[in-house]
């Protein structure tokens, strides 16, 4: 089996190309870039140097939210013509749980945390029994402060990861009763082989969609959805 994963979710640009056994390859981009200009030549990229024909692939993974709504609706958009053209199913994978599988096989819980902007987070606590995931709270978009009770209130070590990280940094230090540590740069942001490898398993228990079915998870409305909605309040 071969799969293609891409993540889009947020600032990092990742896609890959996993068999059974082996991430094949792996691109990552996290630098000055708009998906819209990356998603596709990366693609290209790991599917010519892994001589990875369209025929070959099963599935493809996406990281399909929570997370940034334009980098969302261009992953989308790129693997719903994908999986039309290739005629292959899609699996989608929470962004927060991928983000998690960076740790997989880990005995602390994972508390992912991605900037969702006005002081919340995109989060969910993860943990793993053997190669299996383990949800110890849904995804979820939270301020910080209730989120790091729920993570005392577990009581286990905990690791810590994402792009929201330097922003909360201060506040886990004086806030966190449980051990804890936070994740290196290698391991701190997206990766499409950690979306690939969760997407493995998911399609193996057939939660698969077809390209028509899919649609990303935004957990809540967009900045422009919002505005227009107050406005439609302060008209009356």
């Given amino acids: 089996m071969k799969l293609l994963a891409i993540d889009s979710s947020a600032q990092v640009a990742s896609v890959a190309v996993l068999s059974d056994t082996a991430v094949l390859a792996e691109y990552s981009v996290d ?10 030549p990366m693609i290209d990229e790991v599917l010519r140097m892994t001589e990875t024909k369209q025929s070959d692939i099963d599935a493809i993974a996406v990281a399909a939210g929570p997370g940034s709504f334009t980098g969302l609706r261009i992953g989308a958009a790129t693997v719903k013509g994908l999986a039309m053209v290739w005629n292959v199913p899609i699996v989608p994978v929470s ?42 709270m849904p995804d979820a978009c939270l301020t910080i402060d209730p989120l790091l009770a729920k993570v005392n209130a577990l009581g286990r070590r905990v690791i810590f990861l994402g792009d929201a990280i330097e922003i909360f940094r201060e506040k886990i230090k004086t806030t966190v009763t449980v051990p804890y540590e936070i994740a290196p740069v290698h391991l701190a942001k997206q990766r499409a082989s950690s979306v690939g490898w969760l997407g493995m398993e998911l399609y193996r228990q057939g939660k698969t969609v077809s ?19 107050e406005r439609l309040e302060s008209n009356g």
């Fill in 95 to 136: 962004t927060v749980a991928g983000l998690a599988c960076n740790y997989a096989g880990t005995d602390a819980c994972v508390c992912p945390l991605m900037d969702a902007r006005r002081g919340q987070v995109y989060t969910g606590v993860y943990g793993f029994e053997g190669s299996t995931i383990v949800e110890h």
């Fill in 31 to 40: 630098y000055k870039k708009t998906h819209s200009q990356t998603l596709l």
């Fill in 211 to 229: 390209a028509e079915e899919f649609v990303p998870t935004y957990l809540r409305v967009s900045q422009a959805e919002r505005e227009r909605e």
